[in-house]
Each structure stands twice: as C-alpha cells, then as structure tokens.
C-alpha cells in the first residue's frame, strides 16, 4: 500500500511538474507572442507623434503663408500711408505755412490709421525690416535686402554697409514678404 502510495504521489509530482512545464512555455510563448506587438505598438506611437508634429508644421507653414498673402496685399497701403507722413513731416521741417487746424487733423488721421495698420500687420507675426536704426550703418544682409542704389562711402562708413533705406521690407517669421530697398556703400 505505500507503494501505491508513493507511485501515485509519484505520478501527481510527475502530473504537476508537467502542468508547470506547460504552463512556463505558455508563458514564454505569450511573451514572445507580446513582444511583437509591443513593438508593433511603440512603432504605432511614434508613426503617431511624427505625423502630429508634421501637421502642426504644416498648420504653422499655411498659416505664415496666408498672413504673408495678406501682408503683401495691404503692404501698398501701408507705403502710401508712410509717403503721405513722409511728405507732412518734410513740410513742417521746411515750416510750411500751411500749418491749418485741418491740415493737422489730416495728418493726425493718417498717421493713426498708418499706427492701427501697422499694429495689426504685428499682431499677426508681420516684422519690419529697416525700421529704425537697425539697417543702416549695418552690413548689408542680402538675405533681407535688395541694393538699388551704391554710394561713394562716406567718412565712417564701410564698404558693403547700408546708408538709407528706400523701402522698408517685411517678413513673417522666416519668410520674406519683401525684402527692404537700400542704398549700399562702396569704396573706391
């Protein structure tokens, strides 16, 4: 009877090492089987996250082209706006006598709607180029300007340096609108 006893505890060890057995390569194969798709899934992710970021950067390329479109459009205007101050201002440096309550409330007219315009125009990411002092005296940037005219250069300036702008130019972001009209120094 013990024999029995110990041929059956016998076949149950042998039952469960078996079970065991079956069980660990269960295991091993649904690992196997899991890692497949593990990677299938972090591939997925990242095919993911790469095509997010591409339409975000196309978003942000359409939306610079449209405001560049529209830039372009009102940048006419926008010169006429800067001619019309330009010719006051040269009037009342000359002391022109027409200095009348009109004239004034004209040139007030002008030069506000000339701010509203260009406020918005920088709202929307539009940057001047040429304004200021931030061209002249500098190197010419070829990449931002186109030179239409060359001088003689003048006692502290060097050859290649902007010496007025004729045009202001206009980019967004990265993308020129229109590139400044300047006057470029030369020595001889």
Do not use: C, W
């Not at 591939?43 to 196309?58: G, M, S």
């Not at 125009?121 to 300007?145: C, N, R, W, Y």
């Amino acid at each position: 009877m013990q024999q029995q006893q110990l041929k059956q505890q016998l076949a149950e060890k042998q039952a469960l090492a078996a079970v065991a057995g079956a069980a660990q390569r269960q295991r091993a194969a649904a690992a196997r089987d899991a890692n497949p798709l593990a990677k299938k899934i972090a591939q997925l992710q990242q095919d993911f996250d790469n095509a997010r970021k591409r339409a975000a950067d196309e978003k942000a390329g359409v939306t610079a082209a449209a405001v560049a479109d529209v830039a372009s459009k009102l940048l006419p205007l926008l010169d006429s706006f800067d001619a019309a101050l330009a010719a006051q201002q040269q009037l009342q440096q000359q002391g022109s006598a027409d200095a009348s309550p009109e004239a004034e409330q004209i040139h007030t007219v002008y030069t506000g709607l000339h701010n509203q315009l260009l406020s918005f125009l920088k709202s929307q990411g539009v940057t001047v180029i040429g304004e200021g002092d931030d061209v002249e005296g500098h190197p010419f940037d070829p990449a931002h300007m186109e030179a239409v005219m060359r001088q003689p250069a003048p006692a502290g300036a060097a050859d290649g340096d902007v010496l007025r702008v004729l045009r202001k130019g206009y980019a967004v972001g990265e993308r020129l609108v229109r590139p400044a009209l300047v006057v470029v120094a030369y020595e001889d």
